[in-house]
C-alpha cells in the first residue's frame, strides 16, 4: 500500500528540485537548515518517511515499500529529473528508488549510509521510548528526565523527543513505534537489485562506522558510477554536525 508523503518546500518551483529524505526517528524538520541554504539555487522538498512526522502510517516499511512512496510523490509532485538526498535510512531509501524503480534523475547524494546489512539495531533507543509511560508526563523536561536514566547522551534524547507531540489529553509520539520495531530487521538489510548506473556522491563522517572502508566494494558493485567522499570532524549525523560545510559540498556536486 502507497503511503502519501508529508513534505515542506523551500525555495522558487522553478528552480531545479531537490528533494531531501531523514534517517531512522527524523523528519522532514531536521534537514530545514541545509533546504533554506539549498534554496537559494534549488526548490527543496524535505520529505516524512512513511511512519514518521506527518506522513501517513503502515504495518509494512521495506525500502521497497518505501521506494514506491518515493516514486508516487515524485510523478505526483511533477519531479522528474529531481536530486536525491538521503540520510541513513533515507539513504537506502534513496538507493533502492534508484535500483527498482529505475527513474530518469538527475544527481543523488547518499549521506553516511551503504547499500548493506548493518548489526546495529538501536534496540537500546526503541525499548527506551516504548517504556516511557506518555500517560504519566506532563512536559517535555519530565520525558527528557526519564528517557535519561537509559540514554544518558543529550543530544541523542533531544533529538528522539522531537517526536514528542503534544495532543489534547496529553503526549503522543509522531512516529510509528510499533511498525519501526515489527520491522527492524528490514531496516538494518538492504534489498541488493541489478547494479544502478545513477550517478552519485557517497558522504561519510570520518568518526561515524556507517560507511567503512570494507563497505567500498559493495558501494563500487551496486552503483558503479559513484564516488566516496569523507568528512573529517564528523559522525554520522553530518547536517547537524557541520551544516555548512556539507552544504558547501552539496552545491559543488549538484551544480
Request: net charge negative.
Amino acid at each position: 500500500m502507497i503511503v502519501n508523503l508529508n513534505s515542506i518546500q523551500f525555495g522558487e518551483p522553478s528552480n531545479p528540485p531537490v528533494v531531501i529524505l531523514h534517517g531512522l526517528f527524523g523528519s522532514s524538520s531536521n534537514w530545514r537548515t541545509i533546504a533554506s541554504r539549498l534554496s537559494t539555487r534549488f526548490y527543496v522538498l524535505c520529505v516524512d518517511l512513511r511512519n514518521h512526522g506527518k506522513s501517513g502510517w503502515s504495518d509494512s516499511m521495506s525500502y521497497l515499500d518505501m521506494a514506491q512512496d518515493l516514486a508516487v510523490f515524485i510523478d505526483d509532485n511533477h519531479l522528474d529529473g529531481a536530486h536525491l538526498i538521503g540520510h541513513s535510512m533515507g539513504g537506502k531509501t534513496v538507493m533502492a528508488y534508484l535500483q527498482h524503480q529505475k527513474p530518469s534523475i538527475a544527481r543523488s547524494v547518499i549521506v553516511d549510509i551503504a547499500p548493506v546489512t548493518y548489526s546495529h539495531d538501536h534496540d537500546q533507543l526503541i525499548d527506551a521510548l516504548q517504556k516511557l509511560d506518555l500517560d504519566s508526563i506532563s512536559s517535555r523536561n519530565e520525558a527528557d528526565q526519564l528517557l535519561s536514566i537509559d540514554l544518558p547522551d543529550a543530544p541523542i534524547r533531544q533529538f528522539l523527543l522531537q517526536n514528542l507531540v503534544r495532543v489534547e489529553d496529553g503526549f503522543s509520539w509522531r512516529i510509528n513505534l510499533a511498525a519501526i520495531t515489527q520491522n527492524k530487521d528490514s531496516l538494518f538489510a538492504y534489498p541488493e537489485s541489478q547494479p544502478s548506473k545513477a550517478e552519485i556522491l557517497f558522504i561519510r563522517g570520518n568518526h561515524s562506522d556507517y560507511i567503512l572502508t570494507e563497505h567500498y566494494d559493495f558501494i563500487d558493485r551496486q552503483f558503479p558510477n559513484s564516488r566516496i567522499q569523507t568528512m573529517e570532524g564528523t559522525g554520522h549525523w553530518l547536517h547537524a554536525e557541520k551544516p555548512r560545510e556539507l552544504t558547501e559540498w552539496l552545491f559543488e556536486f549538484l551544480g
